[in-house]
């Protein structure tokens, strides 16, 4: 029942920005927390940042932390990630997350390449 559906990749050039959605579905948005990972090719998933149910706390990565920006809007059950100062080694895919079961939830994934 519980649905994630990741869009707003793409191919982009260093130093570009991309937005990432997730749209969520089959529970109750506002009560949990949300979050993005990503797994590069030979690399394990990490997470990239993090935002409470109601927006109030955010976390990131440090390899992200001034260029990235988790937000939500819970009217709209979707999350988002905004991307900028784009650098090749963000290239990934990028996977939104959930805590609800053993190993949370997670969507499909949506492939962010920075490339020139």
């Known amino acids: 029942q519980v649905q994630l559906v990741e869009s707003g990749g793409g191919l982009v050039q260093p130093g570009g920005s991309l937005r990432l959605s997730c749209a969520a579905s089959g529970f109750t948005f506002s009560h949990y927390a949300m979050s993005w990972y990503r797994q590069a090719p030979g690399k394990e998933r990490e997470l990239v940042a993090a935002?409470?149910?109601?927006?109030?706390?955010?976390n990131y990565a440090d390899s992200v932390k001034g260029r990235f920006t988790i937000s939500r809007d819970n009217a709209k059950n979707t999350v988002y990630l905004q991307m900028h100062s784009l650098k090749p080694e963000d290239t990934a895919v990028y996977y939104c997350?959930?805590?609800?079961?053993?190993?949370?939830?997670w969507g499909q994934g949506t492939q962010v390449t920075v490339s020139s």
């Open positions: 997350r959930t805590p609800i079961g053993p190993l949370g939830s």
């Open positions: 935002i409470t149910s109601t927006g109030g706390i955010t």
